[in-house]
């Protein structure tokens, strides 16, 4: 897994949320952050466009969904000339699918906007549907936020690891039967539960490392990776998170810092 960003909307000092799996069966991308930064991100890693044949965006807030805009056109400029291989596929809800078309159509160049739907396709996907990658089946899930429609997601493995992104909102009942048990549970903390105060976590409906915490406990994962944060504590903030969450967690505890790796 790299991660290649770690911040909340708003973060200065570190890229947005986002990251990639690299597998032996290709490249899978989840979120691109807010803007052409994704491209100097994936340039700082091994990345390479012809291996990425699947993505998948939560939901259409800034920091997730403008991003994709200038993959989707990087992707279509390689084919256009014949520098990239095979169908670019995208995994979204309705919402988000129809911002992306709308938005390639208005700022992308015709010839590169001709690729959508043909060669880049947008496929929406339903709460509880499962598609099967190459590497991998995935399970989409709504987790019923309170703002903009999101969705998270299971990847289950061939030899049947469970990675599961809850998205960038406080955890719903209604995805326990997706997320309790997973070897891999990424969720979003927002800021240390002492720091609530300072960041208001609740009133912008997300969680603190305490709840992550908690909850990671709850349904027995075998690893918590948090992200999505504040960035006023950058220099502190993987020891910090890190001690906070494991007063509330016996797992394996990963607070990533932009461009780390982590080994699944």
């Keep these: ?22 597998t032996e069966q290709g490249l899978f991308l989840t979120d691109a952050g807010g803007g052409n930064g994704i491209l100097r991100q994936l340039e700082e890693t091994p990345f390479k466009f012809g291996d990425c044949h699947h993505m998948f965006v939560t939901h259409g807030h800034t920091d997730h969904v403008l991003g994709v805009i200038w993959v989707m056109r990087k992707v279509a400029d390689l084919m256009n000339k014949g520098k990239y291989e095979g169908q670019f596929h ?74 599961v992104c809850l998205g960038d909102e406080p955890y719903n009942e209604h995805d326990r039967e997706y997320a309790a048990g997973a070897d891999w549970l990424l969720a979003e903390a927002f800021c240390r539960y002492e720091d609530r ?15 992550a915490s908690e909850l990671a406990e709850e349904l027995k994962v075998r690893n918590l990776v948090l992200y999505h944060t504040e960035d006023k504590h950058i220099a502190t903030r993987k020891q910090d ?24």
């Design 1 to 22: 897994m790299y991660v290649l960003g770690t911040g909340f909307a708003m973060a200065t000092k570190c890229f947005n949320t986002c990251f990639y799996l690299e």
């Design 241 to 264: 998170y890190s001690t906070e969450a494991a007063k509330y967690y016996g797992g394996k505890i990963f607070v990533p810092d932009d461009l780390e790796v982590i080994d699944l």
């Design 197 to 211: 105060e300072v960041f208001k976590p609740y009133e912008k409906n997300h969680s603190t490392v305490k709840e």
């Design 90 to 163: 995208i995994y979204c809800h309705d919402v988000v699918k129809d911002m992306l078309i709308t938005m390639t159509k208005m700022t992308l160049k015709k010839k590169d906007f001709a690729r959508v739907g043909t060669d880049i396709l947008v496929h929406e996907v339903q709460d509880g549907e499962s598609v099967e990658l190459p590497f991998a089946n995935l399970t989409a899930f709504d987790i019923c936020s309170t703002k903009a429609k999101q969705f998270g997601y299971r990847l289950v493995f061939p030899d049947g690891m469970k990675f």
